[in-house]
């Protein structure tokens, strides 16, 4: 298929490198350049613009924010009104999503398809895509999204609802990462080891990938280079807040989580991990 790929971030480039394995005839785009070289030797083409990257029959965006897939869509030589369906793999708010639904609709339409998976579930096609809009438009990228995932589910046909899956998901991995750290540093104030707690739990009834991936992170305290940054984790916890305020559901946990990733980036910098809000909740018992 003639794919566009915008945005060739941590997950972007492991995504495009992916549809280039499975085959298809892959464009190319990123505000820098120089992220392009490995796909451009391997057989993918250059595109000047994001609109350039949109003239075939699917355009996915896989971008840090809300301002980046604007400034994508509706900048100068932005994908609004090119022909190439558009596919936004990126975390954005619910606002956006329903902005570029009705934007797109008349054009070259829209799906919502956000992932979850880290960089190397990326780079093994190991995401889980989560895809809502139109049933045709989803069946037309089903082979692009087994190019890069090992699932995919639909949940719905307003764009919005997968975007308000992957944030309602982002905040539940956030509460699990917050409960380990706590749980984590009461073990050791008692002279417990942190591994031995998250072995048992993992091996009886915490037995999911969530625990035991985010709790390898965080028995190993690592937190650098980031595979998800405390930034992105933080604009994502807003996201949640504003879907929360805006349909009236208080999320008590909420505030907890993201007041630990404000400290964590105040104290350790924007490049720590989001599961980096550990180093937060031992410096609040005075461990570190
Ligand atoms: P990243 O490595 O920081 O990449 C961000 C991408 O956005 C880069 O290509 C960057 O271009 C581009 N960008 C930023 N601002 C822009 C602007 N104003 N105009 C045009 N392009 C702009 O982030 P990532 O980890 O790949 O995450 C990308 C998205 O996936 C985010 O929405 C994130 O929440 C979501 N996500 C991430 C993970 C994960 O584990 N990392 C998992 C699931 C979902 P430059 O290269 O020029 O800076």
């Known amino acids: ?21 499975a085959g298809h005839d892959l464009t190319v785009w990123n505000r820098s350049a120089d992220k392009a070289k490995d796909l451009v030797a391997a057989g993918a083409h250059l595109a000047t613009s994001p609109a350039e990257a949109a003239q075939g029959e699917v355009a996915m965006s896989m971008l840090s924010d809300d301002a980046a897939v604007e400034a994508v869509v509706y900048g100068e ?7 190439a369906l ?3 793999h990126s975390t954005i708010g619910i606002p956006l999503v329903e902005r570029l639904a009705k934007d797109h609709a008349a054009r070259s339409g829209f799906v919502s398809a ?16 989560v895809a809502a809009g139109d049933g045709e438009a989803i069946d037309r990228c089903a082979p692009l999204f087994e190019a890069i995932g090992q699932r995919t589910f639909r949940v719905g046909a307003s764009p919005s609802a997968a975007s308000l899956v992957k944030l309602g998901g982002n905040f539940m991995i956030m509460a ?19 591994r031995a707690m998250l072995d048992v739990l993992t091996g009886t009834i915490f037995n999911a990938p969530v625990y035991s991936l985010y709790g390898e992170l965080l028995v190993e305290d690592r937190f650098r280079p980031a595979g998800f940054a405390a930034p992105l984790g933080l604009k994502d916890m807003n996201l949640v807040d504003a879907a929360a305020t805006a349909s009236r559901v208080p999320m008590p946990v909420l505030g907890v989580v993201r007041d630990h990733l404000r400290s964590t980036i105040a104290s350790h910098g924007s490049d720590v991990d989001w599961a980096g809000i550990a180093l937060a909740v031992r410096q609040a018992a005075g461990k570190h």
Do not use: Y
């Open 77 to 83: 030589n932005g994908i609004l009104g090119a022909p």
């Open 176 to 194: 699990a990462v917050e409960a380990m750290a706590e749980a984590m540093t009461l073990v050791e104030a008692g002279g417990v080891d942190r």
């Open 1 to 21: 298929m003639r794919v566009g790929f915008i945005g060739l971030g941590q997950m972007g480039s492991a995504i495009a490198a992916n549809l280039l394995k």
């Open 86 to 88: 558009h596919v936004s």
């Open 114 to 129: 956000p992932v979850f998976g880290r960089p190397a579930a990326a780079q093994a096609a190991k995401l889980f895509v």
